[in-house]
């Protein structure tokens, strides 16, 4: 028998889906000092290596492929990458982009997938791309970097991380010049474009992204939307307990099923906090769930200097030393399970004051399934079963096809409390290369070895 394209009916019968294509981690460090509406200390901005910056580790890349990634979203700096405006790149600071490039993707280590990710929320030094500086610095500057990676067909590009507090029109308008400036050189491979107000899922339709994003157009239709994710109470990732769950994608899916649109989990994260438990697991099985318009995922965050840093699942050592998330993490990871079935939660805890907690109730899932037999000489025979019709190609001689259908219903109840948590150690010095302050901290703030430096508005670090 030769089935037509019937994924729906598939599912039903218990034939397995893609997962999605695109697993791993952020790798952060190249774009410390780039903060949300410029640099978070100007005076010391661009900074030097080492000090103010760093590179990922080349070294930890076999041992997020060995858990089964395949992707890393390498973030760095617009203004480190290109000192001038439209001008020469730094060949200096580019190159650790193509180190990390070159060895992520080398067959070495699997040839893994890179996405470029430029961290500056639509802003150059403070200056926002269309209006304080022209939008074709922005084309300006992907033409030069297309051009440098346009012969390696796993890296992807992400045109800007995070574009905040701009009109919708003239983010769109720079985004589509950008997606049209790299075609132009000859790059074939994926490109991500992000919306504004953060480009969070759950507020992708209530922000306006949902309709300013259909004028989005790609020659090659090899595009996605990269939109970001956090399941604390105001979606901002800055808070310890969690309050949201996967349904913070629903809205988001149906649209993109519904324009036959693709997206990429770019950023998202969870603390280890008691009521984040098994958010993880639920939110990537949902992703797995929607493979179709869902094609890849990227946890925020690993790469050095993180410190004790919530959300960090940098290993403690190149080889081993798994972080609490991380065993969430590669259950859904693509070099190790296709379309995985319900995980079971997991997670940690940490140190924390709470005054109430957060719960989650579901109900359990009903399934009838009835089947309808058919014989036909060859050719196509139509069968129908409860919910519609389903056409079965035949070849050769009489055939016999049973076709068993399902109709599933399932009904979820979710019960929540305000959950207020303090984080952190409230005495002490923090030590070298631990968080010392960012909003929503109230750990220590100063450093017993080292000086208290501003990487973002959410996250300072004691550095030498």
């Given at each position: 028998?030769?089935f037509?394209k019937?994924p729906a009916l598939f599912?039903?019968?218990?034939v397995?889906e ?5 697993t ?5 460090s190249?774009e410390?000092?780039?903060?949300v509406?410029g640099p ?5 901005f661009p900074?030097?290596?080492?000090k103010?910056y ?8 076999p041992?997020?492929r060995?858990?089964g990634?395949?992707?890393f979203r390498?973030?760095?700096s617009?203004e480190?990458a ?5 001008g020469s790149l730094?060949?200096?600071y580019v190159k650790?982009l193509d180190?990390y490039?070159?060895?992520?993707t080398s067959?070495a280590?699997?040839a893994?997938?890179?996405v470029l ?5 639509a802003r150059?030094?403070?200056?926002i791309?269309g209006?304080d500086?022209p939008?074709?610095s922005?084309?300006?500057f ?7 990676y346009?012969?390696?067909d ?8 995070e574009p905040h507090d701009?009109?919708?029109d003239?983010?769109?308008?720079a985004?589509q ?9 000859g790059f074939?491979?994926l490109?991500l474009v992000?919306?504004?107000?953060w ?6 339709i ?7 994003a259909?004028?989005i157009t790609?020659?090659?239709n ?7 994710q956090y ?6 990732g800055t808070?310890i ?7 913070v994608f ?6 993109l099923r519904?324009?036959?649109r693709r997206a990429?989990?770019?950023e998202?994260?969870?603390s ?8 993880i697991?639920d939110?990537l099985?949902?992703l ?6 869902w ?14 840093y919530?959300y ?6 190149v080889t081993s ?6 065993s969430?993490?590669?259950?859904f ?10 995980k079971?939660?997991s997670?940690?805890t940490?140190?924390?004051?709470r ?5 989650t ?8 399934r009835?089947?309808t037999?058919?014989t036909?000489?060859?050719g196509?025979?139509?069968v129908?079963?409860?919910g519609?019709q389903?056409t079965v190609t035949?070849?050769?001689p009489a ?8 109709q599933?219903?399932?009904?979820t109840?979710?019960t929540?409390?305000?959950?207020t948590?303090t984080?952190?150690n409230t005495?002490g010095s923090?030590?070298?290369?631990g968080?010392?302050?960012g909003?929503?901290?109230t750990?220590p703030?100063?450093c ?6 501003v ?5 300072s670090?004691?550095?030498?």
């Amino acid at each position: 028998m030769l089935f037509n394209k019937l994924p729906a009916l598939f599912g039903l019968l218990g034939v397995a889906e893609a997962a999605v294509k695109y697993t791993g981690t952020n790798q952060a460090s190249l774009e410390f000092g780039v903060g949300v509406s410029g640099p978070n200390e100007p005076a010391n901005f661009p900074g030097a290596y080492d000090k103010q910056y760093t590179q990922p580790n080349v070294n930890a890349i076999p041992y997020w492929r060995n858990l089964g990634a395949n992707t890393f979203r390498l973030c760095f700096s617009w203004e480190r990458a290109q000192p001038t405006v439209s001008g020469s790149l730094d060949e200096t600071y580019v190159k650790y982009l193509d180190n990390y490039v070159n060895a992520a993707t080398s067959a070495a280590n699997g040839a893994q997938y890179v996405v470029l990710d430029v961290h500056n929320y639509a802003r150059y030094n403070g200056k926002i791309v269309g209006s304080d500086i022209p939008q074709s610095s922005l084309t300006d500057f992907w033409t030069k970097l297309a051009n440098r990676y346009k012969g390696n067909d796993r890296v992807i590009i992400d045109i800007m991380n995070e574009p905040h507090d701009l009109p919708i029109d003239q983010w769109y308008s720079a985004a589509q010049a950008t997606v049209n400036a790299i075609r132009a050189t000859g790059f074939k491979n994926l490109i991500l474009v992000p919306g504004i107000s953060w480009t969070g899922a759950h507020s992708w339709i209530s922000s306006g992204n949902g309709a300013a994003a259909l004028s989005i157009t790609d020659p090659l239709n090899n595009f996605a939307f990269d939109m970001h994710q956090y399941f604390d109470t105001d979606y901002s990732g800055t808070n310890i307990p969690c309050t949201h769950r996967s349904e913070v994608f629903d809205a988001a899916t149906s649209w993109l099923r519904a324009n036959n649109r693709r997206a990429f989990l770019g950023e998202f994260a969870i603390s280890t906090d008691s009521s984040c438990k098994g958010i993880i697991e639920d939110a990537l099985q949902y992703l797995d769930d929607n493979s179709d318009v869902w094609i890849g995922w990227t946890w925020w965050a690993a790469g050095p200097w993180w410190g004790d840093y919530m959300y960090s699942v940098e290993p403690t050592s190149v080889t081993s030393g798994d972080k609490p998330q991380t065993s969430s993490l590669k259950k859904f990871f693509a070099g190790n399970s296709v379309n995985p079935g319900p995980k079971a939660g997991s997670g940690s805890t940490t140190t924390t004051t709470r005054t109430t907690t957060t719960t989650t109730t579901r109900s359990s899932t009903t399934t009838t399934r009835s089947s309808t037999t058919a014989t036909c000489a060859g050719g196509a025979v139509t069968v129908t079963v409860p919910g519609g019709q389903t056409t079965v190609t035949v070849q050769g001689p009489a055939t016999t096809v049973t076709v068993t259908a399902g109709q599933q219903q399932q009904t979820t109840t979710r019960t929540t409390t305000t959950t207020t948590t303090t984080r952190g150690n409230t005495s002490g010095s923090a030590a070298l290369y631990g968080q010392c302050g960012g909003q929503g901290w109230t750990g220590p703030t100063t450093c017993a070895s080292g000086t208290c430096k501003v990487s973002n508005q959410y996250y300072s670090q004691c550095l030498p």
